[in-house]
Nanobody, 120 residues
Framework: VQLQASGGGLVQAGGSLRLSCAAS????????IAWFRQAPGKEREFVAAIGWSSATHYVDSVKGRFTISRDNAKNTVYLQMNSLKPEDTAVYYC???????????????WGQGTLVTVSS
């Protein structure tokens, strides 16, 4: 499966953005799709994931602020980000895998990343 992330931009603290991850391939609905992020000088970290049944998993730092969802008819996963903080600033990547996991190495397909910048 090939992935393309979009929707990043510059937003003030407290604002919102919605990221999209568009996928190609007829088996999209069977994949777990996750969002990771990587801030300058830091390792890539897990943000959220959604399974084929729409079960979700979030890192603690975004719970209650971010919502991951999927539209299998459009082969797209979304990440709605509300109440953004400067520490959310990073390049956000979407990834496809077979297991609901927070480990980078378990995801075999990656999008190109989209930059989110949150100003204070």
């Amino acid at each position: 499966v090939q992935l393309q992330a979009s929707g990043g931009g510059l937003v003030q603290a407290g604002g919102s953005l919605r990221l999209s991850c568009a996928a190609s391939g007829r088996t999209f609905s069977s994949y777990v799709i996750a969002w990771f992020r990587q801030a300058p000088g830091k390792e890539r970290e897990f943000v959220a994931a959604i399974g084929w049944s729409s079960a979700t998993h979030y890192v603690d730092s975004v719970k209650g602020r971010f919502t991951i969802s999927r539209d299998n008819a459009k082969n797209t996963v979304y990440l709605q980000m509300n109440s953004l903080k400067p520490e959310d600033t990073a390049v956000y990547y979407c990834a496809a895998g077979r297991d609901m996991a927070s480990i980078v190495g378990l995801y075999g397909s990656w999008g190109q990343g989209t930059l989110v910048t949150v100003s204070s």
